[in-house]
Antibody
Framework: EVQLVESGGGLVQPGGSLRLSCAAS????????MNWVRQAPGKGLEWVSY????????YYADSVKGRFTISRDNAKNSLYLQMNSLRAEDTAVYYC???????????????WGQGTQVTVSS | QSVLTQPPSVSGAPGQRVTISCTGS?????????VHWYQQLPGTAPKLLIY???NRPSGVPDRFSGSKSGTSASLAITGLQAEDEAHYYC????????????FGGGTKLTVL
């Protein structure tokens, strides 16, 4: 069974930092591209960042570019999101999301974690 | 606002059919990229509902179907049930922006 379990969320002051982790199991983690997607309170889904299966290709949403860093450790089956210079508008539930990349489901997210809450407030 | 446009809300009575539209542009849906749909029940993570425009993952009832034409896509739900009340999001890829994937703003389905 595919499982994605996020951790590391919490309350942080503006300007502070947090590191989110996502523990993957039930599949060959090193074969899949991964994403972070967030959802602000009462709002829709917002893509945050992408990392290829090897970690060699990375993309960020403009809203987090220069402040967030995505990484992965395939030996530990783990995905990370280092978040620096946090702002109030970064307050959201952050989801770890597996991307399926076969031709029938190109750029689609077939599994999501349960999410971890990040609250940026003084 | 979102790159893909969805109506904020739709509603229908049990047993009825409802559709949710998703309008994009020539750099995403109109460029030929597939549309995927997600269902988010209250307090839970999103779940893949339709992939590749009109395919259902195992376990998704055939009451749910998708279609795509031009720069738009639609999700149809027939035989509406109370448990279908949720938020629905469309998603695609956009080749014009510095993004990887784009989502619609979401549609809240209310079962009357």
């Amino acid at each position: 069974e595919v499982q994605l379990v996020e951790s590391g969320g919490g309350l942080v002051q503006p300007g502070g930092s947090l590191r989110l982790s996502c523990a993957a199991s039930g599949f060959t983690f090193s074969s899949y591209e991964m994403n972070w997607v967030r959802q602000a309170p009462g709002k829709g889904l917002e893509w945050v960042s992408y990392i290829s299966s090897s970690g060699s290709t990375i993309y960020y949403a403009d809203s987090v570019k220069g402040r967030f860093t995505i990484s992965r450790d395939n030996a530990k089956n783990s995905l990370y999101l280092q978040m620096n210079s946090l702002r109030a508008e970064d307050t959201a539930v952050y989801y770890c999301a597996r991307e399926r990349s076969d031709l029938s489901c190109l750029f689609c997210i077939d599994y999501w974690g349960q999410g971890t809450q990040v609250t940026v407030s003084s | 606002q979102s790159v893909l446009t969805q109506p904020p809300s739709v509603s229908g009575a049990p047993g009825q059919r409802v559709t949710i539209s998703c309008t994009g542009s020539s750099s995403n849906i109109g460029a030929g990229y597939d549309v995927h749909w997600y269902q988010q029940l209250p307090g839970t993570a999103p779940k893949l509902l339709i992939y590749g425009n009109n395919n259902r993952p195992s376990g998704v009832p055939d009451r749910f179907s998708g279609s795509k034409s031009g720069t738009s896509a639609s999700l149809a739900i027939t035989g509406l049930q109370a448990e279908d009340e949720a938020h629905y999001y469309c998603q695609s890829y956009d080749n014009s922006l510095s993004v990887h994937v784009v989502f619609g703003g979401g549609t809240k389905l209310t079962v009357l």
